[in-house]
């Protein structure tokens, strides 16, 4: 089993930064791919960032260059580093990663964090 924690959410005004951190614990194999996700009020789901275990990403089309995600393979751990908020950005954001729990298998299971809030203030 995987656990998720999530920390850095808060308040921040249009235009402010915030910095989001996600670290996997539990037994597994290995961490797959990590990723964060995002949900409004009255909204769905939606992707916001997703870093593979080699480092590529992909980002939803709204961040517009504004976000970056990383993360450290060894401690498991991924980051969302959040640049020009705006209040649109208000949300509750959910770390997600796919993990193997087993070196004997491929089969990978998705896990998600509790979620941190994250609201910007015009």
């Known amino acids: 089993q995987v656990q998720l924690m999530e920390s850095g959410g808060g308040l921040v005004q249009a235009g402010g930064s915030l910095r989001l951190s996600c670290a996997a614990s539990?037994?597994?194999?290995?961490?797959?791919?990590m990723a964060w996700y995002r949900q409004g009020s009255g909204l769905g789901r939606e992707l916001v960032a997703i870093?593979?275990?080699?480092?590529?990403?992909h980002y939803g089309d709204f961040v517009e260059g504004r976000f970056t995600i990383s993360r450290d393979n060894d401690k498991n751990t991924v980051t969302l580093q959040m640049n020009n908020l705006k209040p649109a950005d208000t949300a509750v954001y959910y770390c997600?990663?796919?993990?193997?729990?087993?070196?004997?298998?491929?089969?990978?299971?998705?896990?998600w964090g509790q979620g941190t809030r994250v609201t910007v203030s015009s």
């Open positions: 870093i593979t275990r080699d480092g590529s990403t």
């Open positions: 539990g037994t597994f194999f290995n961490i797959d791919t």
């Open positions: 997600n990663t796919l993990a193997r729990l087993r070196s004997t298998t491929l089969r990978t299971d998705a896990y």
